[in-house]
């Protein structure tokens, strides 16, 4: 029901996720009378879907706090719900950002012994395959063992997402080798450097390895993940507008674009924001992915298909089994400090 | 002599600020065998300059410590002391930007009152005129009242860069209402609400205003800002290698990028790095712009033009003054909040 487009955007989006995923199943909750217009277009959606009908919703607007005293019966609880239930291996949602982390939170609660919950999604990246950054915002400081604990959630993320058996995790720092950086950072890549993920730590990298594509995983706070995130998608869309103004700034200039037409479209492709959309909201007893409120019928699909990844990767329990030895390690080396 | 290109493109470059700014006087250190020769092919900029041979120099990567314990007799010593002595109104340097930073310290001393000097610089945004940020990395985390004197430093910076009189100024912080930030930032926008500045004070910005041209200043402390930077950075080098790829992937792209050549090279100047060159060390006794290592001519004169735009403003002298009215305002609310 959430988002720019309700679900003018969500069943399309199901339409093409179905495509790719002939065997997904499907649990949709909303409002009647906008989704069944909608899914009646949609035959194939349909046929896979089971409907749950509720005419409340989280508005997009609403305070998190706000939202989640009133979150009973609303479709964005509902399809928590559904997860921790069983019912359903992940919720998808195009709803408000702070509701939703809030609910899942409250619902699916964080992993025995995981301090906090962090947003995690994809960045396009120079050399091709995407990297995966966290937290975007879910906390803003927080400490090095939080910092560790992000290191086992995105590398185990990234073995879902990239399939690669032993991503490679850095930790963002500042730049030059005199300031190496904040206490919290310092200390998380003392710990990382001893402890065992299923990822293999390399160092620090900075800001511009993100794009660079440096390493599979780029570990941050969500105050510095946040406002990165945000930076990026600001010179994104500086550029991008640079770009058509240049473009079309005079007529000699309209006519060789028009040669240049696919070549330009495949660079859309390549930075197109519907194929890095899906925040996912890690370390909770389920799996729960924010679509940008923006997006699209395929911006959507791809969130959804995130979300089916990660659950065929069986994301939550590797992450259970993976925090008992983590706890074990850190224990040690931490009574290690204390000792020394 | 520093960076990559050393007098090669120092001296072009004084070439081309002497024909703005004829009344220019330069101060050149450096190894009479490298600068002579080029020296003499600028007869224009020979006239206007004093020359003070060393053969000492800091190398590209030294180690800050160990260029500091060096640095006697250094180009890059002898040019911060002539600013020391009150014979230079500023000092440029391409070199070793860690060793610059620690021994202009050292030299010029921060003003009275500054806890910690900071690093600014300027970016392209949407809007046209370019925001001012800091700090940029000269230090990692700060705590809320050092936050407000980067607030005094970079609304100080933006009236002589930019010529507005009451700059507006923002406060770097994480997107969502109900994360309101980390303690330092909230603690410092609490302080900025009361204290009077030279600009105005207009609130929490995020990443993504810093490229949309929001407010003429944005602070932050170095941790976030020396990765926000590096991330742009990034980010811009990834667009334009994109972008390039594209336009000459197959033989019809590249008969229409033909066509939008003008185009192209405008927008090319628009973000061309070179205009946006010059870092500069706030808060000492003394002008000190760091010209990018790889800058050549023209983004040396662009660094060397910003430091004699901060000298014709009376920069220093201006903190100095305004520091004396903060500082009292400070006490008094710092007072306030303890009587609270």
């Known amino acids: 029901m959430g988002g720019d487009f309700g679900v003018e955007s969500a069943i399309p989006g199901l339409d093409?996720?179905?495509?790719?995923?002939?065997?997904?199943?499907?649990?949709?909750?909303?409002?009647?009378?906008?989704?069944?217009?909608?899914l009646n277009k949609y035959g194939a959606v349909a046929k896979l879907s089971e409907f749950i009908h509720t005419d409340l919703m989280v508005e997009n607007d609403q305070k998190p706090s706000a939202a989640l005293r009133a979150s009973k019966g609303t479709s964005m609880r509902l399809a928590i719900e559904a997860v921790k239930e069983g019912k359903a291996d992940a919720v998808v949602s195009s709803g408000n950002t702070g509701a939703l982390m809030a609910m899942a939170k409250m619902i699916l609660k964080p992993i025995a012994g995981i301090h906090r919950p962090a947003l995690a999604s994809v960045f396009p990246t120079l050399k091709?395959?995407?990297?995966?950054?966290?937290?975007?915002?879910?906390?803003?400081?927080?400490?090095a063992e939080t910092l560790v604990q992000f290191a086992l959630l995105g590398s185990i993320f990234?073995?879902?997402?990239?399939?690669?058996?032993?991503?490679?995790?850095?930790?963002?720092?500042?730049?030059?080798?005199?300031?190496?950086?904040?206490?919290?950072?310092?200390?998380?890549?003392?710990?990382?450097?001893d402890v065992k993920l299923p990822g293999k730590y390399v160092g620090f990298v900075e800001g511009n390895d993100i794009?660079?594509?440096?390493?599979?995983?780029?570990?941050?706070?969500?105050?510095?993940?946040?406002?990165?995130?945000?930076?990026?998608?600001g010179?994104?869309?500086?550029?991008?507008?640079?770009?058509?103004?240049?473009?079309?700034?005079?007529?000699?200039s309209i006519f060789g674009s028009?040669?240049?037409?696919?070549?330009?479209?495949?660079?859309?492709?390549?930075?197109d924001?519907?194929?890095?959309?899906?925040?996912?909201?890690?370390?909770?007893?389920?799996?729960?992915?924010?679509?940008?409120?923006?997006?699209?019928?395929?911006?959507?699909s791809t969130a959804v298909k995130?979300?089916?990844?990660?659950?065929?990767?069986?994301?939550?329990?590797?992450?259970?089994?993976?925090?008992?030895?983590?706890?074990?390690?850190?224990?040690?080396?931490?009574?290690?400090?204390?000792?020394?």
């Open 128 to 143: 091709g395959p995407p990297t995966i950054m966290l937290d975007l915002g879910a906390n803003v400081l927080v400490d």
């Open 158 to 193: 990234a073995k879902a997402r990239k399939g690669v058996a032993e991503p490679t995790v850095g930790l963002l720092n500042v730049g030059s080798e005199d300031m190496k950086g904040p206490d919290h950072v310092r200390a998380a890549a003392d710990l990382l450097q």
């Open 273 to 300: 924001p519907r194929m890095y959309n899906g925040g996912v909201f890690l370390g909770l007893n389920g799996i729960c992915v924010k679509s940008h409120g923006g997006s699209d019928a395929l911006g959507f």
């Open 235 to 252: 010179v994104g869309s500086f550029a991008s507008k640079t770009f058509k103004q240049a473009l079309m700034s005079d007529p000699l």
């Open 16 to 38: 093409i996720v179905r495509k790719a995923y002939p065997n997904v199943h499907f649990l949709i909750f909303g409002d009647e009378a906008k989704v069944k217009p909608v």
């Open 306 to 340: 995130l979300a089916i990844q990660l659950a065929q990767h069986n994301y939550v329990q590797t992450v259970i089994d993976d925090m008992t030895s983590l706890m074990d390690q850190e224990t040690l080396l931490v009574q290690g400090l204390h000792q020394a």
């Open 258 to 271: 028009l040669f240049a037409f696919m070549a330009l479209k495949r660079m859309k492709k390549k930075l």
């Open 211 to 233: 794009t660079k594509g440096t390493v599979d995983v780029v570990v941050s706070d969500g105050y510095v993940g946040n406002i990165t995130l945000k930076a990026i998608e």
